[in-house]
């Protein structure tokens, strides 16, 4: 069975600082990969996403992804933080081709940004 | 308008009452999901539908059930609540192949407490 691990429950960074995110995923056959951001009161929205080839992902709001097979790691990062930034961060997996859209989520990770 | 809408946002009932949440869609995606987020767990799937006729059982399907009015709505009920179905239920969509295959639209969320 597939499943991820977000070994950070909760992150503090300062403004300006850059950050990282950590992701670790089991998955039998080659992943596809997500980062979901959700700020509060709102639904989840897609940062960026990995399904193959370059093995560092863009994504919107200046946040990067990395996919590391040997590592089963996709963590997320971002150079410099805004204060806009602090949100819950959820990592997920899935099998699009063979199984439709069904993603397994991490327990996520809360970010805060102090000025 | 948000392209996937969840009726109530917020609900408090108490035990044994019988819940529905409602979910509608504009954005002519055949799969629709129900997810219930639980601090520290992350989302987990409670059914999903890929069109009118199909549904299906997700991780956590026990207590609930599901009702894929038209291609565009889809219901969530809670026969008996009961308190630890407490959480945030979520709906969401997603095109079936393609390139945004994978990205998952969510709903704003319905906040549900059973006393």
């Known amino acids: 069975a597939q499943s991820v691990t977000q070994p950070d429950i909760h992150i503090t960074v300062s403004e300006g600082a850059s950050l990282e995110l950590r992701c670790n995923y089991s998955y039998g056959a080659t992943p596809y990969l997500f980062w979901y951001v959700q700020s509060p009161g709102q639904g989840l929205q897609l940062l960026l996403k990995?399904?193959?080839?370059?093995?560092l992902v863009q994504g919107i709001k200046g946040f990067e992804a990395e996919f590391k097979r040997s590592q089963s790691s996709f963590n997320l990062r971002k150079p410099s933080v805004h204060w806009s930034d602090a949100a819950e961060y959820f990592c997920?997996?899935?099998?699009?081709?063979?199984?439709?859209?069904?993603?397994?989520f991490g327990g996520g990770t809360r970010l805060m940004v102090k000025p | 308008d948000a392209d996937v809408t969840q009726t109530p946002r917020n609900r408090i009932t108490k035990t044994g009452k019988r819940i529905m949440l409602e979910c509608s869609q504009t954005?002519?995606?055949?799969?629709m999901y129900w997810y219930r987020q639980d601090p520290g767990l992350g989302l987990r799937l409670i059914y999903y539908s890929f069109d009118v006729k199909d549904i299906n059982k997700g991780e956590i399907s026990d207590g609930y059930s599901v009702s894929r009015q038209a291609q565009a709505k889809f219901s969530l009920s809670l026969e008996s609540a009961i308190p630890n179905q407490t959480a945030l239920y979520f709906c969401?969509?997603?095109?079936?192949?393609?390139?945004?295959?994978?990205?998952?639209?969510f709903g704003e969320g319905s906040r549900l407490t059973v006393l």
């Open positions: 997920a997996v899935g099998d699009v081709v063979n199984a439709g859209n069904m993603l397994t």
């Open positions: 969401a969509t997603s095109e079936d192949q393609g390139s945004r295959a994978g990205e998952l639209f």
């Open positions: 990995y399904f193959s080839g370059d093995t």
């Open positions: 954005k002519g995606h055949d799969r």
